[in-house]
């Protein structure tokens, strides 16, 4: 069983920028797909980015793309969010989590970080 831990998160100008870190132990990370989803105060969790084991296959929302971008490191059990022309309606908790493919659905991903903030101010 995998275990995930977000980092990164924080408070940021609108078009400003910030990279989320998302580290695994406990399992072996190049075997998962992964996956960036949010949740906003009153919303519900939406995805965000995925990528597949060894990142060759990348999948981002509508809302986020050409603004951010899903990367890995296998080498150091570490995936990425690479955050870019931030809007205040990014706010959100930041989540990770780890699944057998890529899918834009929470329930794809058995294995959940506990988030980060991000709190995008205008």
């Known amino acids: 069983q995998v275990t995930l831990v977000e980092s990164g998160g924080g408070l940021v100008q609108a078009g400003g920028s910030l990279r989320l870190s998302c580290a695994a132990s406990?399992?072996?990370?190049?075997?998962?797909?992964m996956g960036w989803f949010r949740q906003a105060p009153g919303k519900e969790r939406e995805f965000v980015a995925a990528?597949?084991?060894?990142?060759?296959?990348?999948l981002h929302t509508d809302a986020v793309k050409g603004r951010f971008t899903i990367s890995r490191d296998n080498a150091k059990d570490t995936m990425y969010l690479q955050m870019n022309r931030l809007k205040p309606e990014d706010t959100a908790v930041y989540y990770c989590?780890?699944?057998?493919?890529?899918?834009?659905?929470?329930?794809?991903?058995?294995?959940w970080g506990q988030g980060t903030q991000v709190t995008v101010s205008s």
């Open positions: 989590a780890a699944g057998s493919f890529v899918a834009s659905t929470m329930r794809s991903y058995p294995y």
């Open positions: 406990g399992g072996t990370f190049s075997s998962y797909a």
């Open positions: 990528i597949n084991w060894n990142g060759a296959d990348t």
